[in-house]
Every structure is written in C-alpha cells, then in structure tokens.
C-alpha cells in the first residue's frame, strides 16, 4: 500500500533526477525570490531619488510592502499544490 502524502520521488529510470514537484517549487520560490528582488530594487531606487532630489519621502513606498504578500502567498501554494493556478496567478501579480 502506498502512501498518499508522500511525494514523487523521481524519475524511476533516473534515480538522480529531481522529482517534478521539486522542480515546481524550485521555479515558485525563484518567482518570488525575484519579486521581493524587483521590490528592493524599486525601495533602493527610491530612496536615492529622495536623497538627491529632495522630493518625496521614502516612507511613501512603504505602503506598496502588503503587495509582496502576493508572491509569498503564491509560493507557498504553488510549491505545495501546483495544480492551484490560484499560487500561479499570485505569482504573476507579484511580478507586476
């Protein structure tokens, strides 16, 4: 009798190879390692802006934080349930 929560555990002919399941949550968490990458980026940017410029406050981009629950929350679905497109989409919105 098998087991009903155990994963994949790989390809049978290839016992080195990664499992899909693994792959897929390899690619989810890239996507969201990626999003909170751009957010930084956009943060750093700011911030040289207002120093420079002397317009607009950093502290105005910090509203945009509750955003990268999207791509968090997409992770976590997509990784664990990758048939969900509810993490997919999550993931998506996290990259614009």
Do not use: H, Y
Request: aromatic share 12%.
């Amino acid at each position: 009798m098998t087991d009903v929560r155990s994963p994949n555990v790989g390809n049978q002919e290839n016992p080195d190879s990664p499992s899909p399941r693994r792959s897929v949550a390899w690619l989810a968490w890239s996507l969201a390692g990626l999003s909170v990458i751009m957010f930084a980026t956009g943060v750093a940017f700011a911030l040289l802006s207002a120093f420079v410029g002397g317009v607009g406050l950093p502290a105005d981009f910090l509203i945009f934080v509750p955003f990268l629950a999207f791509p968090v929350v997409g992770a976590l679905i997509a990784s664990k349930r990758p048939e969900n497109s509810v993490g997919w989409i999550c993931l998506a919105a996290g990259l614009f």
